[in-house]
């Protein structure tokens, strides 16, 4: 029996709306997708979680939970309706216990839900941070991850080159998170609680691919 992974869908001009590499590396990982919607109605959120067996929150416009400063004018926040719907089906899979991975705005989230903050403009308001937008200059760059983390296991290695597509990132980890991986300026790109069920990324794995990260989700569904 595959696993069924639920993976969070943007809203965007009355459509949903997600990129096929999420679809793409969860069924090579061999798991099966299974898009949500952002239904508002009551009970909807547990429901998915009750019958899933993992979540996937994917990347997005701005967060604007636990948020230091004021979004810049090239970031919009997110559609309110995919904000509530991600902080209701996110806190459902930790009520119950279940994997999760967050991937950029989905890392942020897992951050914020958990008590953390979030710079709304990291290269402005971090010392020494470069630029991690495309539409800034930023580019691919290396990371370093530590080791004894659950990243590290998964990766099997200290360095690695990932995407940079983010202008948001985190500024305090919330209570139950620890850094697992940073880049060069001092960015956090990775965290994870300390049972690893739930790992966040400020990369973007699906595109790499980096498909080992998919496959540490769905071997804790297994166990």
Do not use: W
Not at 187 to 198: H, K, L, M, P, R
Request: net charge negative.
């Amino acid at each position: 029996m595959p696993a069924f992974i639920g993976i969070t869908t943007s809203f965007e001009s009355d459509s949903y709306r997600l990129r096929h590499a999420y679809v793409g590396a969860v069924q090579q990982a061999g798991a099966v997708s299974v898009l949500l919607p952002c239904l508002e109605r009551e009970g909807f959120a547990d429901e998915l979680a009750d019958r899933l067996d993992a979540l996937v929150v994917t990347g997005g416009p701005a967060i604007v939970e636990g948020l230091i400063g004021e979004l810049p004018d090239d970031l919009a926040p997110t559609d309110s309706r995919r904000a509530s719907f991600d902080c209701r089906i996110a806190r459902a899979f930790i009520d119950r216990e279940k994997p999760i991975l967050g991937i950029c705005y989905g890392m942020q989230l897992l951050n914020a839900l958990d008590g953390g903050t979030i710079y709304a403009d990291v290269e402005r308001q971090l010392d020494g941070a470069l630029a991690h937008s495309p539409k800034r200059g930023g580019k691919d760059h290396p990371i370093e991850v530590r080791e004894r983390t659950h990243l590290f296991a998964t990766l099997g290695t200290r360095t690695a080159i990932v995407n940079s597509r983010h202008l948001q990132a985190i500024a305090t980890i919330g209570c139950s998170f620890r850094v697992s991986a940073t880049s060069p300026d001092g960015v956090v790109e990775a965290i994870e609680t300390d049972d690893g069920n739930q790992i966040g990324v400020q990369f973007h794995p699906e595109r790499i691919p980096m498909i080992s990260i998919f496959e540490s989700l769905i071997s804790r569904v297994r166990k």
